[in-house]
């Protein structure tokens, strides 16, 4: 009994031994495995697409109105009234303000004095001229019948029919009546250059009238086109005159103005490539929020020259701005598509590694093992690089995780949770 006993005693102990050597053995197994799978990194990755994509550049641009008109007082005087609201719409030919019209209504009476004066100079020097035309045609006849007298008693004198005194007479007769007639004719000229007097005197009273009255008008401003009118800068019963500064200054801000500089290298590429005829793209404003301003923009003008000191030539365009939303002053980003690439491949700026001027990415095979590729980049659209060689259409890209992979290493490739947008 005791020898039995002794037996299954030893018996379950090696039962116990050889289930615990299976079970350890069983946990080791897991482990390993578990290890083997935690080994494989997670990562995130997008596929190459080749797609026509267009090429957009980006400059700072600064708005301004397209036509900037400063109101100037053109006399002298005290600003009585303001007649507008700072920074509303305001209508072509709309009062504005309205500086003392007394002094220079006192002008225009006093104007109106002279000219009256000048017209009745005129009027009597028209009246002696009369008068001495009258009195030259008398003489004249007079000259005439003296002139007749001496030419009908020469030959009776000659003929003893009349005596030699009446001959002399008649000659004495015409000498003086010829006399008269010179007189006459000197009064008449005289009474003529007194009516040129006149006439310049009531013209140049009619001038200084003209000009009262004109100077008059410029006692109220008006606004010379339609758009947003912008601070008072003079307060009401300050003086202003023509040497003062704009008392304020309206703007046409629909359309409104776009100014940006373009690199001289750069324009002359762009420049280049256009074909004569093409149209230029419109534009699009990226405001200061990061919007997009609803309106698309069109090419206005190039400027005339480059600027030595910056090396860079203006660029002028023109965007709707209905409501007025947009003000001059503002800053924004100018986007226009300057090319169209074909058959572009684009991927996003988080799959290229850059070192030293070159350029790579890590490429999922396969076999979902990994493999560091160089390429060769071009431009930058948006959020991503164009490649021009290194990769092909279908390529998996690393995105997320690239930090923790190495060249031959397997991984869990995921979809990305980005998107590569073409164009963007």
């Known amino acids: 009994m005791t020898k039995k006993r002794n037996w299954r005693i030893a018996g379950i102990t090696a039962a116990l031994v050889l289930g615990g050597v299976s079970f350890l053995l069983v946990i080791r197994g897991r482990t390993t495995a578990g290890e083997a799978a935690a080994s494989v990194p997670d990562v995130e990755v997008v596929s190459v697409e080749q797609n026509d994509i ?63 004066q000048a017209n009745g100079q005129l009027a009597q020097a028209q009246a002696q001229y009369q008068q001495s035309g009258a009195q030259l045609a008398s003489a004249e006849a007079n000259q005439r019948k003296a002139q007749f007298d ?27 009546a010829q006399a ?31 000009a009262a009255n004109v100077n008059l008008g410029f006692t109220k401003l008006y606004s010379p086109i339609d758009g947003i009118a912008g601070n008072a800068q003079i307060q009401i019963g300050n003086l202003v005159s023509p040497a003062t500064s704009a008392v ?15 690199s001289e290298q750069e324009y002359l590429r762009l420049t280049k490539e256009r074909k004569p005829g093409d149209p230029v793209a419109p534009f699009e404003l990226i405001l200061a929020d990061g919007s997009v301003h609803p309106q ?5 003008f190039t400027g005339r020259q480059v600027n030595q000191s910056t090396g860079a ?6 965007f709707p701005n209905p409501g007025n939303i947009l003000r001059p002053g503002q800053y ?84 990305a949770r980005l998107a590569v947008k073409s164009g963007e």
């Open 296 to 300: 698309k923009g069109q090419f206005a």
């Open 248 to 262: 304020t200054t309206v703007s046409t801000v629909d359309p409104i103005k776009v100014t940006f500089a373009v």
């Open 150 to 176: 001496e030419n009908r008693y020469t030959p009776l004198a000659k003929q003893h029919a009349v005596t030699q005194q009446d001959l002399d007479n008649a000659e004495q007769n015409n000498i003086s």
């Open 332 to 415: 924004g980003k100018v986007r226009v598509a300057v090319e169209s690439l074909h058959d572009a491949l684009l991927v996003p700026q988080q799959a290229v590694s850059e070192l030293q001027g070159s350029y790579e990415v890590a490429i999922v095979g396969q076999n979902d093992t990994v493999n560091i590729q160089p390429i060769s980049v071009g431009d930058q659209v948006g959020g991503s690089w164009v490649v021009r060689d290194g990769l092909k259409a279908g390529d998996r890209l690393i995105v997320e995780g690239v930090q923790k992979v190495s060249p031959g290493m397997h991984v869990n490739p995921k979809p």
């Open 313 to 318: 030539i203006e660029v002028t365009g023109l």
């Open 54 to 116: 267009p090429v957009y550049r980006e400059w700072i641009g600064t708005l301004d109105g397209l036509v900037n008109a400063a109101i100037r007082s053109q006399v002298t005087g005290y600003l009585l009234t303001q007649n507008f609201s700072e920074g509303s719409f305001v209508k072509k030919g709309q009062l504005l303000f309205e500086t003392d019209p007394r002094p220079l209504q006192a002008a225009v009476d006093q104007a109106k004095g002279q000219l009256a």
């Open 180 to 210: 008269q007639v010179k007189v006459a004719a000197a009064q008449v000229e005289a009474a003529k250059a007194q009516i040129q007097f006149a006439s310049a005197a009531v013209e140049a009273a009619k001038a200084a009238l003209e």
